[in-house]
Nanobody, 125 residues
Framework: DVQLVESGGGAVQAGGSLRLSCAVS????????LAWFRQAPGKEREGVAR???????WFADSAKGRFTIAQDKGKNTLHLQMTTLKSEDTATYYC???????????????????WGQGTQVTVSS
């Protein structure tokens, strides 16, 4: 079974940075997409960044130029580096895995079959 465990969330002032990590275990899919989603109170869960087995990356418009996504395969960890944080980035951030490449998985929630428990990010202005 795939297990995803997020860490690195916290409180930060606007303009600051945070690095989220997702420890990935049990991932044996021959093709996969690893992604970060977030959900703010009262809002739907939305995609932030995703990365596939070939290292291809995709970003939501809100994340472009500010966030980077990377996988440390040696440590089986997915990272989300967030810079120039804004109050609207406040949300619970989730790591997720799809059993398909990122081109097919897209941002569609039902395509992601494995989810972590989430880590809270709070950005104060």
């Amino acid at each position: 079974d795939v297990q995803l465990v997020e860490s690195g969330g916290g409180a930060v002032q606007a303009g600051g940075s945070l690095r989220l990590s997702c420890a990935v275990s049990g991932l044996t899919y021959t093709s996969y997409c690893l992604a970060w989603f977030r959900q703010a109170p009262g809002k739907e869960r939305e995609g932030v960044a995703r990365l596939d087995i070939m290292g291809g990356t995709w970003f939501a418009d809100s994340a472009k130029g500010r966030f980077t996504i990377a996988q440390d395969k040696g440590k089986n960890t997915l990272h989300l580096q967030m810079t120039t944080l804004k109050s609207e980035d406040t949300a619970t951030y989730y790591c997720a895995a799809a059993k398909a490449g990122c081109g097919r998985a897209g941002w569609t929630l039902r395509n992601y079959i494995d989810w972590g428990q989430g880590t809270q990010v709070t950005v104060s202005s």
